[in-house]
């Protein structure tokens, strides 16, 4: 069993920071990639950041300058730093996972339970 527990979400200011934690535990033989989607009311689920095993890093346009994804490998956590927030932002935030439970290159995806994120004008 694979789970990834987020943490992190609230509620902020315009112009505020807040950083989500996502740790990532079960079974798993290698994280192939990690990152970060949301979805707003009455909106489709986008990506907002993903960094692969390589530590190479992706963005949305709207958030590239203001947020930064990082992983610590060691503690299977992938971290998700939001700066400059806007109220556009508002959103549940959901983290995902690429992973391979053995050395057959088989991919699993898994997901968070999502955390909420507001920001207020």
């Known amino acids: 069993q694979v789970q990834l527990v987020e943490s992190g979400g609230g509620l902020v200011q315009a112009g505020g920071s807040l950083r989500l934690s996502c740790v990532i535990s079960g079974s798993i033989f290698k994280i192939n990639s990690m990152g970060w989607y949301r979805q707003a009311p009455g909106k489709q689920r986008e990506l907002v950041a993903v960094v692969t095993d390589g530590s190479n890093t992706k963005y949305a346009d709207s958030v590239k300058g203001r947020f930064t994804i990082s992983r610590d490998n060691a503690e299977s956590t992938v971290y998700l730093q939001m700066n400059s927030l806007k109220p556009e932002d508002t959103a549940v935030y959901y983290c995902?996972?690429?992973?391979?439970?053995?050395?057959?290159?088989?991919?699993?995806?898994?997901w968070g339970q999502g955390t909420q994120v507001t920001v207020s004008s």
């Open positions: 995902n996972a690429i992973i391979l439970k053995s050395p057959q290159p088989f991919e699993y995806i898994y």
